[in-house]
DNA sequence: ATGTGC
């Protein structure tokens, strides 16, 4: 266990086993960032990689102040995991990723009620991104219909693992966007103290963007739901992007998730990239993680890097078919190419590294049957 | 990541 537990500083603590490849500019970044001030203890998790000046895979406990730029754009950013009614032995791959059709533009008339109750029952008020509820939007989001390939503890499975599962990884869209070009315009990067009226005007939109990423997910699994005429229900939804009181060692303060997802919140999904596993584990209470796991397989190559690496090699129809016989929606090339299984880390060694540290237990490995990211792409 | 450019 003390193997994949790595104490780089007695701030920093990265939950990585000396074999998993971690960039070095991911280390210098997270040095760099547990050094502002404030800023009191630090976890880098095994899928830590480079971010725009801050690393991406890791969690950051502040006390006295916040740091909005840390947590980013895309606030609220998460992952919605969902048991459909459709029984797998029914599942043809094909036919289910021609019915993923029209998922991607505004959700319409028929969807305002829906939209108007999830608003209600969620007080977000703001409307200016109302055209933008219920897409997915680009990067590594993205809708997945998985099957259960293998059941490690069938009593922990929250639903029925003979349904076809779907797994929606998006955001706040441009309302988290906006949110922080508004805060950097008057506050830069610098720290937000607790106790300035600026702080509690960027917490309580951040607070907005996070229950507007939890509508936006319900709305895009709904909506592929629609799309395949089957029901549904939500086994958890759980954001990895945002910062939220949090006390460590009975000291009061905040912790910033950036690419973290929560382990004080029940069960969680790993996701591999599309060509891999992704893992449903069982976290335990652990506070030398700061109660935060990897959110995903971590990034190997850079965005952009990928397209020039690969395109030799492969050809788009090498890409939208994977390993496992499931078929990947993206009409975007450059997408195609940036979100290959190539440029991921291997999930299982992502994963292997928290159950070395002991902080999760897994109860199922799910594989990929349809990957969908969008059909209108128009860029490469 | 992004109402994703001039």
Known sequence: MGNSVQILTDKITLIASPTTWVEGLAIQQLRHTAALAGMVKVAGMPDLHPGRGYPIGAAFFSQGCIYPALVGNDIGCGMGFWQTSLPLAKVKIDKLARRLVDLEGPLGAPWAELVAQGKARLGIDNAHFDQALGTIGGGNHFAEF??????????????????????????????????????????????????????????????????????????????????????????????????????????????????????????????GSRGD?????????????????????????????????????????????????????????????????????DCHSVVDDLVQAGLVQLVARLKPVVTFKTQGGCAG
Request: hydrophobic fraction near 40%.
């Open 146 to 271: 998985q099957a259960v390939d293998c059941l490690h503890d069938a009593g922990a499975f929250p639903g029925d693992p003979s349904r076809l599962l779907l797994l929606v990884h998006s955001g706040s869209r441009g309302l988290g966007q906006a949110i922080l070009a508004r805060h950097l315009v008057e506050h830069g990067h610098e720290a937000l103290a607790a106790d300035t009226p600026a702080f509690g005007t960027y917490l309580a939109q951040h607070d907005e963007a996070v229950r507007w990423a939890e509508l936006n997910r319900e709305l895009i699994a709904r909506r592929f739901l629609a799309a395949i005429r089957a029901e549904g229900q939500c086994l958890f939804d759980l954001n990895h992007n945002l910062v939220s009181p949090y006390s460590l060692a009975g000291q009061a303060g905040w912790l910033h998730r950036k690419g973290a997802t929560p382990a004080d919140q029940g069960l969680v999904v790993i996701p």
């Open 277 to 345: 596993y992704s893992y449903l584990v069982q976290p335990k209470a652990d506070a030398k993680a700061l109660h935060s796991l990897a959110h995903g397989a971590g990034r190997k190559w850079q965005r952009g890097e990928c397209k020039s690496r690969l395109s030799h090699k492969y050809r788009r129809e090498d890409l939208v078919r994977t390993r496992f016989g499931s078929q990947v929606i993206c009409a975007d090339k450059t997408l195609l190419f940036d979100e290959a299984p190539q440029a991921y880390k």
